[in-house]
């Protein structure tokens, strides 16, 4: 499988990345701890909390989504992907995040992805997840890039024993992929050997690390 990265694409021309049909989100992209203490990656909340945790560290942070109200399903979204849980306590831990990922903090938990049925979504993790339920079917999933096809329901994936560190979710399109609610171009060239790909006028090298 091809390794998608965020500011690179397998095409000659000038890479254009649109709007996606649900917007994904990214911590390798975007660092997740930043977004969250600016309150603008977790949204639609319902019946959920976000605190930081009690071992937080501002070089790493950690937050944890606990649920309010037992027995009903507390949910939240991360760029229109929409993570839920229902347990029967009260200020159960349903998700944490980190500083460059997000993981269910058990079983149950059940993230949802939008997608018409066929297409094709990529789920980055940090490490290696045996035993997922993708749309019910117990599925390994590898540290990296993971390329799931939805559904007629989208991507329902599904928590049973290991809890995924979920780096990524994108949208596979083409060649490239479609990025978090922006609609820009990137173009790509070599300086000094290295190929060099330059965003809305900033340098990165192919795996995405700013120049």
């Excluded at 839920?84 to 009260?90: E, F, P, W």
């Excluded at 049925?117 to 490490?127: H, P």
């Excluded at 780096?167 to 990025?179: E, F, R, S, T």
């Excluded at 609610?181 to 690390?209: C, D, H, L, P, S």
């Amino acid at each position: 499988m091809k390794k998608i990265f965020l500011f690179a694409a397998a095409v000659a021309t000038a890479l254009t990345v649109n709007a996606a049909s649900f917007a994904g989100f990214s911590a390798i992209d975007n660092h997740l701890g930043l977004q969250i203490m600016n309150n603008d990656l977790i949204q639609d909340q319902t019946n959920v909390t976000v605190d930081q945790a009690s071992s937080f560290d501002a070089t790493n942070p950690k937050y944890e989504i606990k649920l309010v109200e037992g027995g009903v399903e507390g949910t939240f979204t991360m760029g229109g992907v929409t993570f839920a849980y229902t347990n029967s306590t009260a200020g159960t831990v349903a998700f944490k995040t980190y500083g460059t990922y997000i993981q269910p903090n058990g079983k149950d938990r059940e993230i949802r992805i939008p997608a018409a049925s066929g297409e094709k979504v990529t789920i980055n993790l940090i490490e290696n997840c045996a035993g997922v339920l993708v749309n019910g079917v117990s599925t390994d999933l590898v540290a990296g890039d993971n390329e799931l096809t939805a559904g007629s329901d989208g991507i329902i994936l599904k928590t049973v024993s290991t809890k995924p560190k979920i780096a990524a979710i994108l949208p596979v399109v083409g060649q490239g992929i479609k990025d978090i609610n922006v609609v820009e171009k990137a173009t790509k060239r070599f300086e000094n050997g290295q190929m060099v790909i330059i965003k809305n006028g900033v340098k990165y090298n192919v795996i995405g690390v700013q120049l």
